[in-house]
């Protein structure tokens, strides 16, 4: 398990900017457009909040969020919802989940046919994921795969009893974030070191991800401490 451990979470997130910044130029050496997977949470938003004032060249990523609450766009439960009040200017590169206006099943469906369209199948990907940030819950869920459910190996997949409201989600499935050559999990606070210990062990959902050249953890000095 590659870690970097920070102060506090502002520095937690100071650096994985920083890091974004230096993955950028060495990414841009060989290609023009990326693809890069958002999270929401408190660090995630402060992430992308961060990133809105970075001054980065962003030109020709394409980001998406790793899961999103199935409620209205602009309902303040939603992730994109969140990301874009602190970085409005986002939107034009942010690939948007399927507004609440039907039912969660043909939702699914249907962003998960749209994003096989871009990568491909999620089986044998055309286009990578060039980094998926995620953080982890006290629990060790990632995006809104949550400990002990099962889901299909598509792009998308549905939750529709979370143990976290809103209850109905869609999220990026398991062999979707492992389709990521790297991944960046940005995670503080003691209350998440228990959770920390047993992805350590190999279990909960936080453990059954890793990104095909880099898996890297973010720990602000709480959790360290705590473990």
């Known amino acids: 398990m590659e870690k970097k451990i920070l102060a506090n979470p502002q520095e937690l997130i100071s650096e994985a900017i920083s890091d974004f910044g230096a993955l950028l130029l060495e990414l841009r050496q060989l290609k023009e457009q990326l693809t890069v997977l958002l999270t929401g949470g408190t660090l995630g938003i402060e992430f992308v909040a961060a990133l809105g004032k970075s001054h980065l060249d962003l030109t020709g990523i394409t980001f998406i969020f790793g899961d999103e609450r199935f409620v209205p766009l602009n309902d303040a439960d939603r992730n994109e919802h969140q990301a874009l009040a602190t970085f409005p200017e986002l939107e034009g590169q942010l690939i948007r989940y399927p507004d609440a206006t039907g039912d969660l099943s ?32 006290p629990d060790g869920h990632i995006a809104s795969l949550f400990p002990g459910r099962q889901h ?24 979707g974030l492992r389709a990521s050559e790297r991944i960046w999990l940005l995670v503080s606070g003691a209350s998440k070191a228990d959770a920390l210990r047993e992805v350590a062990q190999g279990e909960l959902p936080a453990a059954r991800v890793n990104g095909l050249s880099q898996t890297r953890w973010y720990l602000d000095k709480e959790i360290s401490d705590a473990l």
Do not use: C
Request: hydrophobic share 30%; net charge negative; glycine share 6%.
């Open 106 to 137: 043909s939702a699914r469906r249907q962003f998960s046919s749209q994003l096989e369209e871009l990568l491909g199948p999620v089986e044998s990907p055309i286009r990578s994921i060039d980094l998926t940030i995620l953080g982890m819950g």
């Open 152 to 175: 299909e190996a598509t792009w998308i997949v549905k939750e529709s009893d979370s143990p976290k409201p809103p209850s109905q989600r869609l999220s990026f499935s398991y062999e």
